[in-house]
Every structure is written in structure tokens, then in C-alpha cells.
């Protein structure tokens, strides 16, 4: 009897849980919604995912987000709904076509079975997703449902159907996602085996909307027949933290309507992420799910290709990588929003770090970018430097997703880094990046040669950079260097095959080992001449089997003046309206006469050949800038070392000079034409020739004063005031009144500083020929007292200008006055601003006495110039090249790091100062 009670009970018990099983969605909606929603993740949240849409739970929830996962994925989740042994599980899958297009299917089973009362519900859906735009997707499901109700193993109640499902998913802001689904769009209805229908699921529409306002946060919304809330944290895209609230929209009371919360977690390791989540049911049960995720090529973004511009990397050319582009890659963006990564490049054995760029990523993207390159400091210098290299560069894509850090990496092809000095020549242009003018030896030898020949330099050559280059040219082969074709790689070999590898040496390296090829000594002497800022063009030659390279360098005489300055047009080349010198490099330990007469009969040989390139080292630096490289110690020549050499081209210039003077003046018979011949040697500032050429005249012609006028001329010049006057007044005697003579009168003068006898020979000059009235008038001092009254009235109606505390604006940019500038004006005394007429009048007066020898006077008017207007560069540029003249060398680098803080890019012009007498400046506001 008991045994029949206890299994009528039994009985009973399994009754009263297939009642609850069917009325399950009655207590889930309230309203009797008949939709069952699954996933780990959506409940912990409070069932809000119509708009998070972005795991595999979106076939189920929202198809219209699988595009958005670009990703494959496989779900699995179990349950025990409300601890009422009913089973809940579901499995899904995810497949990307493409970023565009995805597919989904599911499985999905809710049952009860004690092995007497049994039911079950199987669901599949066949899921489709499509974005056609990154702000919109849409998507559909196609489900096949299946019921069944057994007792004792025995089916009461089995039945089928299909239903479909529509969703839309909207993303206007990308921080801000839109959902909409309708479930069951025409009612889902199973028949039975009787062939009897019904519809167990009713037309449904839910709509939410989500917000990430930081990466890796979520808060959501989702509306139907209740209200649901929910929000989401993920900690380093490892731990992921939810919570969850849900209400009736109806409210009755707050028994028949009460609050579900519900929270959950994540756990996440590379591929795998396991979800846990809670419910609370103030009526059932609390519900405890589980889920495990299976993610394959997660990532969102992926490196399409990669590729560096050049077949082959020479280390020396490093300068020319870093200002351009180095390498192209194409990055895939798989993502619905823009994505800022880092993409880092690392060539091995050329640097130690990689060279990193920030680049945003557009959303949807497959896009192509360049990448540039930053290479060691050490590139040239290291141990490794010198050995060719077989390298696999690496590119890497570092982005977050999800709170972790992602990278993607991607391997390109194989290339040969070549060691330091290697270079090919079918870029000739590419020889510019071993000119170093600015390598500290390279300056050491250039400005100590120079240095120590300066008497000669000033008293003998004119100054001239022919002079300068002789000097040079003699100190090379005094210094012991000598011609030897490189063994290994020999110029003329290298020139048959213009893309083989050759060797040059720095000129740093040359120095010390002595010995070199023809493209060796070109760059060492192309270098020394660059410091001493003598332009200069390398010349290569490329007939066949006769590969060559020598130079030129540019004279410093302009095109009208090569038949007054040079013996003959055919010894020079004109080349882009400058007179430049050939010289054969090769030649070094001869005369510079010798292998200046081979280098131009080699230049107009090859020239009428069209077997010549003519190489711009200016212009060709622009691209291939030098690198850096160690600075070795070098002994530097003595002054007897050089002399042998040097005496045989002085005395070469000498006869160079005598033919240029016969040539132009002829036969020397009479006096005018020792005269003409004085003329021209005083041109070339040969004074010792000059006088004696006058001299001549004037035994010849003893009434000679244009004779005696141009000996006082040398006289002046050399400082020799009073036997300069004697010479003028020995002229006027012999031509009273002459004005030209006692302008030069007026001139010394001056010089001296007798402004008042100055002005005196001036007026007389004046009034004996009145085209000479306002030569001098500013160097007087005249023009300057006409215009005081005038300046005067136009400050007092001009509102002053800015003092130098105050900010000056230039376009957008505001700059403030260094503190180096505020210490110059303090030393210069300024005084407060009048006028900017004024100080360019000032400046006016300077550029005068620079023209007339007087620079301790035109120091003194660029310094008032400076003072009444020092936002004028122009005056500090005047003021630190006439302390240079002067030889003060300390205030003119002072000046001179003023200026090129205002001005960076009058650096190079005025590079001259920091060599501290050595190099003589070509300023235009002086010529």
C-alpha cells in the first residue's frame, strides 16, 4: 500500500514538472511569450544583447550581427533552468565568408526525462548575415523546431515547424550600436502527427540599444514586454564582469511583477573563454549557466603583404632610407570602427630597436602604407658595420582588442645589407653620400692646410678658391697620399657592370690608410674643398672599359670674366652659368697645374664623347645626405712637408699670371702698356708686379699720373696712407683738378679717419664733375642730416614698436625672444626703438664703410641698426660678419647662434664663422 502511494506521488510530482515545463515561458515573459532565450553571457547582463550582438549568442539573439564578428566560433552552453532538473544546452557555430557576409547554425535542446515522463524541444536555426555598410547590417534565421512528450517511453505529443526570424543592427556612432529583431515574424507553428497545428510561438519584437564608452565597457538596453538593463566589464580583455536587471513594463504589484537581477563572469585564455552566469527568480529557482567558446583568427586585423623599395640595402646610404619611404605594407581592417595601431619595423643587424609609426586604421579597410625607417646611431660604426649581411626584416601590427594587446606579425623576403663603403653605380648620384665637408677631420686638415698658408693665400692667390684649391691639392700629396686601383673591386672593372658592388672609402679612413682609388681621392678632395665652401661636381665617366670619376670645382669667376681671368676659355668649363676647374684627383703628388691640365683635356675629351655625368655634389646631397662615422686621429702635415710641391706651383701661377697679362696686353713697349699690364696684376691683387709693371711706366713716362694715381691705389690698400697721398698729389701736379684723384684723396681720408678733410676733397670733387654728387654722401654723413628732420616728423605720428618683451606673431605661430637675444641686445646697449627707417639708414651707412675698408665703423652702424631695430635680421647677419672680418671671432659665433635660432636656414651661409677666420664669407648685402 505504501509502495502504491509512493509512486502515485511520484507520479504526481512528474505531472506537476511537465505543467511547470509548459508553462515555463509564462513565468519567464509574464505575458505569455513562448520565445525561451539563451546564453551565458546575455543573462548575466539581464538578457540585453539585442545591440551588443557580438559573440556567437547573435545567432540566436540577433543575426544581423555575425558580419560583425569576422571570426569563426563554436558556442556550447549548458543549464539547469531553475533547479527544476530541466535540461537547457545549445550549441552554435559561426563561419565568415567574408568581412561582409557570415553564416550560423545552432542547435539548441530544452528537456525534462526521469525515465517515465519525458519532453523535449530541439531548435536549429540556419543563420544569415550580411553589412552592406559599415554603419548597417542585416540579418535572418531559419528554424526547424521539433517537440516531442513521452510517457514511459512511449510519444503523446510529437510535432514540428518552421519559423524565421529578421534582425537589423545599426552602429551611427562607433560608440553606439541599435538593434532591432523581429522573432517569429509570421508565428511559428508545429503540426502534430494528426496533422494537427498550433502555434507555439507568437510574433515578438525587441529592440535595444548599447554603449561602449571606453574600451571594454558596455551598457545596454533592451526593451520587449519588460525592461532590461545590463552592463559589462573586461579587465586586459581577460576577465569579463556583468550584471543585470529585468522588469515587466506592466507593472501590477511587486509580486506579480518583480525585479530578476543577474550577474556573470569571463575568463579568457587566447582561444578559450569560459562564461559563468547567475540569475535570481523571486519565484523559481536561481538558474546557473555555463558556457565554453572556442574563437578561431580572432584577430581584427591582418597584414595582406609587406615589402621594402629596395633590392638592396647599402648601409652607407642609410640618410637616404631614413627621408623616404622604406617599405610598403598593406593592413586589413576587419573591424566596423576606426582603429589606431602601432606598425613597427625591425631590419636586423641596422638597428637595435624597431622603428615604430602610429597610423589609424580605417574601419572596413584594406589599405596600403608606407613606412619609413629610423636606423642606429651606430649604423656605420659598430663592429658589424663592415660585413655584408643576409637579413629577413620583420613588420608588426600592434593593436587592442578587447582590453589585450594584439600583435600581428608578417616576415618579408630576404635581402643583403651590404657593409659600410659599399656602393653601386648605376645611381652615380649615390657618391654624394660619402662628401663629408662637416666630419671633424675632414675640417681639422682643411682649416689647418689653409691656416698655415694664409700669407700666400691673401698675398698671392688673390683669395681665390683656385689659390685655396692648390693649396690643397699640394697638401694631399705632401701628406703622402698616393693612386692604387682598389684590388677587390678596381673603378674600371666596376664601370663595365654599373650594378656591381664597389668600395669607397671616407675620407676620414683615406686619410689614414693613404692610399686610394680614383673614386677614394675624388671624395676626400671633393670633401676638403666643400669645407672650405668651394662648390664642387664629381665627374664620372662611363665609356666602355675606360670607367673613371675626377671633379671640378667652381672658380668663383662669373662667365663674363673667364677671358680677363684665366689665360684661355678651353682650361675651364662652364657649366650652369659658373666657371668651374677640372682636376685629376688621381694625379695627387704631382703639381695641381699638372693635374689640372690633364683634368680638363680628360673633361673635354669625354664631354664630346657624351660618355660623362656631371654630378652636382650640392644638388646630389639633397637626396643622399653622409652619414656619421668615427672620428679618428690623424697626423696633420707640417708647413716643409708641402713647400716642394707648392713652390713649383707658385711659381707655375706666376708664369700662368705673365701669360694672361702678354696675352691681354701684348708686346710690352711702351708705357701704357706697362701700365695695362700693372692693371691687370692689380686685379689679380699681385701687388709686388703691379708696382713694378707702374714703375715701369713711369720710367718710361715720367709724367705718367695715371701711373702715380694707381700706386697710391696700392699704397691705400696696403695700409701705407702717407706714401699713398704722395703718390695722388704727384698726379695732381701732372693733372690738376683731376676728380677721379681727389676722390681717391677723399677716400684715404676717411679712411684714416679725417672726416672733415674727407668732406672737404669730396665737395671739390663734387663741384669739378657733378656726376660724381651722391657717391659718398652716406659715407659722409651728408644724406643721413638731409633726412634727420624728416625721420623725426614720421616717429612722432607713428605709434612705436613693440619692445622686445612682447610676443610677436608670425602667421599662427607666437615667438618669444631667446634669452640669447635678450643677453646680445643687454651687451649691445639697445636703446629704445624710434624707427625702422631709421635703422635701415643706419644699416645703409655700415654696408658703406664695409665697401670702403672701414669695419670698425660699420660695426659700429650695424650695432645702432640692431639697437633701434632688432626684430631685423638682416642687421645682426651685417654686425656678425664684420666681427668676423675684424677677427672678432668670439662675438661674431656669439651673433651668430642668435641668428640661426630666428633664421635655421641661413646655416650653411654663414657656416663660414665657426671656422673662425679660415673661410672668407660671400655675403650679397656686402658685394
Known amino acids: 500500500m505504501n509502495s502504491l502511494r509512493t509512486n502515485w506521488l511520484s507520479s504526481r510530482l512528474r505531472i506537476a514538472a511537465l505543467a511547470i515545463l509548459f508553462l515555463l515561458p509564462s513565468f519567464i515573459s509574464g505575458q505569455g511569450n513562448e520565445q525561451v532565450f539563451i546564453g551565458t553571457r546575455p543573462m548575466g547582463m539581464g538578457e540585453t544583447f539585442v545591440a551588443v550582438a557580438d559573440d556567437g549568442n547573435t545567432i540566436y539573439w540577433n543575426p544581423a550581427g555575425l558580419p560583425g564578428l569576422r571570426r569563426h566560433e563554436i558556442m556550447m552552453t549548458y543549464s539547469n533552468l531553475y533547479g527544476l532538473g530541466i535540461i537547457n544546452s545549445y550549441l552554435g557555430y559561426v563561419f565568415p565568408f567574408r568581412d561582409e557576409f ?13 525515465d517515465e515522463l519525458g519532453y523535449s524541444s530541439n531548435k536549429m536555426n540556419f543563420s544569415f548575415g550580411f553589412q552592406p555598410f559599415r554603419w548597417f547590417s542585416v540579418g535572418t534565421n531559419v528554424k526547424y523546431i521539433i517537440n516531442d512528450m513521452t510517457l514511459d517511453g512511449t510519444s503523446y505529443g510529437k510535432s514540428s515547424g518552421i519559423g524565421w526570424d529578421f534582425g537589423l543592427l545599426f552602429s551611427p556612432l562607433p560608440s553606439y550600436r541599435m538593434g532591432i529583431v523581429g522573432y517569429d515574424m509570421t508565428g511559428t507553428s508545429v503540426t502534430y502527427d494528426n496533422n494537427v497545428s498550433e ?14 564608452p571606453v574600451e571594454g565597457a558596455t551598457v545596454a538596453v533592451d526593451v520587449d514586454d519588460r525592461w532590461h538593463l545590463g552592463a559589462e566589464y573586461w579587465i586586459s580583455g581577460v576577465l569579463g564582469l556583468r550584471a543585470g536587471l529585468q522588469r515587466d513594463r506592466k507593472i501590477i504589484d511587486k509580486t506579480s511583477s518583480p525585479l530578476i537581477p543577474s550577474f556573470g563572469l569571463s575568463l579568457r585564455y587566447k582561444v578559450i573563454n569560459i562564461d559563468y552566469g547567475y540569475e535570481h527568480h523571486p519565484l523559481l529557482f536561481s ?3 555555463v558556457s565554453i567558446s572556442f574563437l578561431f583568427r580572432p584577430a581584427l586585423v591582418t597584414i595582406k603583404s609587406a615589402s621594402i623599395r629596395h633590392p638592396v640595402l647599402f648601409r652607407s646610404l642609410y640618410p637616404y632610407y631614413e627621408d623616404r619611404g622604406f617599405a610598403d605594407v598593406t593592413i586589413r581592417n576587419s573591424s566596423d570602427r576606426d582603429l589606431p595601431v602601432k606598425v613597427s619595423l625591425f631590419v636586423p643587424t641596422m638597428m637595435e630597436t624597431p622603428h615604430e609609426e602610429k597610423i589609424i586604421l580605417p574601419a572596413k579597410s584594406t589599405d596600403d602604407y608606407p613606412l619609413g625607417v629610423t636606423f642606429d646611431q651606430n649604423i656605420l660604426t659598430s663592429s658589424r658595420a663592415s660585413f655584408d649581411n643576409l637579413i629577413q626584416p620583420v613588420v608588426k601590427v600592434i593593436y587592442s582588442q578587447e582590453g589585450r594587446e594584439k600583435v600581428v606579425v608578417q616576415k618579408i623576403d630576404r635581402t643583403y645589407v651590404l657593409g659600410r663603403g659599399k656602393i653601386s653605380w648605376d645611381n652615380p648620384d649615390r657618391i654624394a653620400s660619402f662628401v663629408t665637408p662637416e666630419d671633424p677631420v675632414v675640417d681639422q686638415f682643411a682649416r689647418t692646410i689653409i691656416q698655415l698658408y694664409d700669407p700666400i693665400i691673401r698675398n698671392d692667390l688673390n683669395r681665390s678658391n683656385l689659390g685655396k684649391a692648390m693649396i690643397l691639392f699640394d697638401a694631399l700629396g705632401s701628406y703622402g ?3 692604387s686601383p682598389d684590388l677587390q673591386t678596381p673603378f674600371l672593372q666596376i664601370s663595365k657592370d654599373r650594378s656591381a658592388f664597389d668600395t669607397v672609402k671616407y675620407p676620414s679612413e683615406l686619410l689614414k690608410s693613404k692610399i686610394g682609388d680614383c673614386d677614394d681621392l675624388t671624395v676626400l678632395y671633393g670633401s676638403l674643398l666643400e669645407n672650405m665652401g668651394i662648390s664642387t661636381r664629381f665627374l664620372d665617366v662611363f665609356a666602355p672599359g675606360e670607367g673613371h670619376i675626377f671633379l671640378m670645382f667652381d672658380s668663383g669667376v662669373s662667365p663674363e670674366d673667364v677671358s680677363h681671368v684665366f689665360l684661355d676659355k678651353n682650361e675651364v668649363a662652364v657649366v650652369n652659368d659658373r666657371v668651374w676647374i677640372p682636376v685629376e684627383t688621381t694625379l695627387v703628388g704631382e703639381p695641381f697645374f699638372t693635374a689640372w691640365q690633364q683634368g680638363i683635356f680628360e673633361y673635354r675629351k669625354r664631354k664630346s664623347e657624351g660618355t660623362i655625368n656631371e654630378i652636382s655634389i650640392h644638388e646630389a646631397q639633397q637626396i643622399y ?28 701661377y706666376g708664369l700662368w699670371l705673365q701669360q694672361i697679362v702678354l696675352k691681354q696686353t701684348g708686346e710690352l713697349a711702351s708705357a701704357e702698356d706697362y701700365y695695362d699690364a700693372g692693371a691687370i696684376y692689380l686685379n689679380f691683387s699681385r701687388f709686388t708686379e703691379a708696382m713694378e709693371m707702374f714703375n715701369t711706366a713711369l720710367k718710361l713716362k715720367p709724367d705718367f699720373p695715371d701711373a702715380l694715381n694707381s700706386l697710391g691705389v696700392i699704397r691705400t690698400r696696403k695700409g701705407e696712407y702717407e706714401q699713398a697721398m704722395d703718390f695722388y698729389n704727384r698726379s695732381l701736379e701732372l693733372f690738376p683738378n683731376h676728380p677721379g684723384f681727389k676722390l681717391n684723396i677723399a677716400l684715404t681720408h676717411y679712411i684714416q679717419g679725417n672726416k672733415i678733410l674727407a668732406l672737404q676733397e669730396y665737395n671739390e670733387v663734387v663741384k669739378l664733375d657733378p656726376n660724381f654728387a651722391g657717391e659718398l654722401d652716406i659715407l659722409l654723413g651728408l644724406r643721413e642730416r638731409k633726412q634727420i628732420q624728416t625721420m623725426e616728423q614720421l616717429v612722432a605720428g607713428t605709434e612705436k614698436l613693440p619692445k622686445i618683451g612682447r610676443i610677436k606673431e608670425i602667421g599662427k605661430e607666437k615667438v618669444t625672444p631667446s634669452k640669447k637675444k635678450l643677453e646680445l641686445l643687454q651687451r649691445l646697449k639697445k636703446k629704445p626703438v624710434k624707427s625702422v627707417r631709421r635703422a635701415k639708414s643706419i644699416n645703409g651707412l655700415g654696408l658703406i664703410y664695409v665697401r670702403k675698408g672701414n669695419l670698425e665703423k660699420a660695426v659700429v652702424s650695424f650695432r645702432r641698426a ?6 631685423e635680421t638682416e642687421y645682426l647677419v651685417n654686425l656678425a660678419v664684420a666681427h668676423y672680418m675684424l677677427g672678432q671671432y668670439d662675438q661674431a659665433l656669439e651673433e651668430y647662434d642668435e641668428i640661426v635660432r630666428q633664421n635655421p636656414e641661413l646655416t650653411l651661409q654663414l657656416r663660414f664663422i665657426k671656422s673662425r677666420g679660415v673661410e672668407q664669407p660671400k655675403i650679397r648685402r656686402f658685394e
Open 481 to 483: 697620399l698616393t693612386y
Open 199 to 212: 502555434e507555439i510561438l507568437p510574433q515578438k519584437i525587441k529592440g535595444g540599444l548599447a554603449w561602449m
Open 102 to 114: 557570415s553564416v550560423g547554425v545552432d542547435w539548441y535542446y530544452l528537456g525534462f526525462n526521469d
Open 866 to 871: 640692431y639697437e633701434f631695430n632688432p626684430d
Open 287 to 289: 538558474t546557473h549557466r
Open 625 to 652: 645626405r653622409p652619414g656619421s662615422i668615427d672620428t679618428v686621429e690623424i697626423p696633420l702635415p707640417k708647413e716643409n712637408q708641402i713647400n716642394n710641391l707648392l713652390k713649383t706651383d707658385l711659381k707655375q
